[in-house]
């Protein structure tokens, strides 16, 4: 079974760091809930160890990146979900049951060599991991920033935005304790479970939502939306259910998304001129470990140029939903121009949107 969990600097590679992203993984997703994913990859992590043969253990234990930051263990994860949604392998059904008592690590040997070839491209890039209810917590930003005396009214931009799902915000409702925003009923309603003070209820409007990712899914083609269900957690249902309901509204009007990296995409949109009266916002989330290191220079330094111009009337924020991997959750930190250029913890969250804590909350489960 996989080992105690030990933390690793999520940007370290070398000897012995693929096993240790896994362990961190198990970790991760035990924390979060996950407890049928964190067996898979547990169950990956003993084949690793055992020195399982095969071209997609080669390919693993050779891993020439950060297998952390690359999110290895959830690349192959995916995979084999992929497996179980479109019924090719039948024994891994009693894994996503969560049935005890049966050999984990032998039903996944057995359903990587029987289905390799279909495997291996899943180690090509890393997980389009859209969930919606992550865009909760944006909310609570824009909330926030509202209440710090910035326009009330924002243009959003996001980068990594895979399927375009949190582009569609402003068409979901929100009861953030107990403050409520969003068009009733909403396409998707969200009432996270909600730690320590409500946020400001401040009344917010969304002018525009405008995003880009390396590789865009277009939700209305069955394949590409398969592919972005593989990487939800099974255990999550309500998940699912979201899916759904965002490819919906997706069909509906499509979110407007482009083909382009992040640093292309935020250097160009700071480029266009900003109406008063708006604050610009650049969001993301779960995305900054996959950006290369010259390209969030280049982020950082167009955002901080572009601060240094902000004024009053035409401020830019900066929202950052990440993974903090000590405490196993992630933060939202947010930084705004003129007046807030230092980093400030406004939630930390569970990470897909079941919890938030207001402030920075400690909450670990």
């Known amino acids: ?156 931009l996001e980068i990594g935005s895979s399927a375009g799902i949190n582009l569609m915000l402003d068409r979901y409702h929100y009861d953030l304790g107990a403050v409520q925003v969003g068009p009733e009923p909403g396409a998707i309603r969200f009432k996270p479970e909600w730690q320590g003070d409500a946020p400001p209820n401040r009344a917010i409007e969304i002018v525009s939502t405008r995003g880009c990712d390396v590789a865009p899914v277009d939700l209305t083609d069955p394949a590409q939306a398969l592919r ?33 990296n992040a640093a292309d995409f935020v250097e160009a949109e700071l480029a266009r001129p900003q109406t008063a009266g708006t604050t610009r916002m650049l969001m993301h989330s779960i995305v900054w470990q996959y950006v290369p290191a010259d390209q969030q220079a280049r982020v950082t330094a167009a955002m901080e140029a572009a601060g240094a111009r902000a004024t009053a009337e035409r401020p830019l924020a900066w929202v950052s939903l990440e993974a903090n991997r000590v405490l196993h959750i992630h933060e939202m930190t947010v930084r705004y121009w003129p007046g807030g250029e230092e980093p400030v913890v406004v939630t930390r969250a569970h990470p897909h949107g079941a919890w938030i804590g207001w402030g920075g909350s400690e909450r670990l489960v």
């Open 228 to 260: 972005l269900k593989a990487y939800i957690w099974p255990e999550h249902t309500v998940r699912f259910e979201r899916m759904e309901a965002a490819i919906a509204e997706a069909a509906k009007r499509a979110p407007d998304l482009v083909a382009m």
């Open 1 to 156: 079974m996989a080992k105690d969990y030990q933390f690793i600097d999520i940007n370290a590679s070398g000897e012995g760091i693929v096993a240790a992203a896994f362990d961190n993984q198990v970790a991760y997703c035990s924390a979060s809930g996950a407890a049928v994913t964190a067996r898979i990859v547990a169950a990956l992590r003993d084949l690793i160890e055992r020195e399982e043969p095969g071209e997609l253990f080669d390919r693993i234990r050779a891993w020439p990146g950060p297998p952390l930051a690359d999110a290895l263990p959830l690349r192959v994860a995916g995979g084999i979900h992929s497996l179980q949604l479109k019924g090719s392998e039948p024994a891994l059904a009693a894994i996503y049951a969560d049935q005890q008592g049966i050999d984990d690590v032998a039903i996944v040997a057995a359903a990587i060599r029987r289905h390799e070839t279909e495997l291996l491209p899943w180690l090509d890039g890393p997980p389009q991991t859209n969930e919606a209810g992550r865009s909760a917590n944006f909310i609570a930003a824009m909330l926030w920033l509202a209440d710090q005396g910035l326009p009330p009214r924002f243009e959003c």
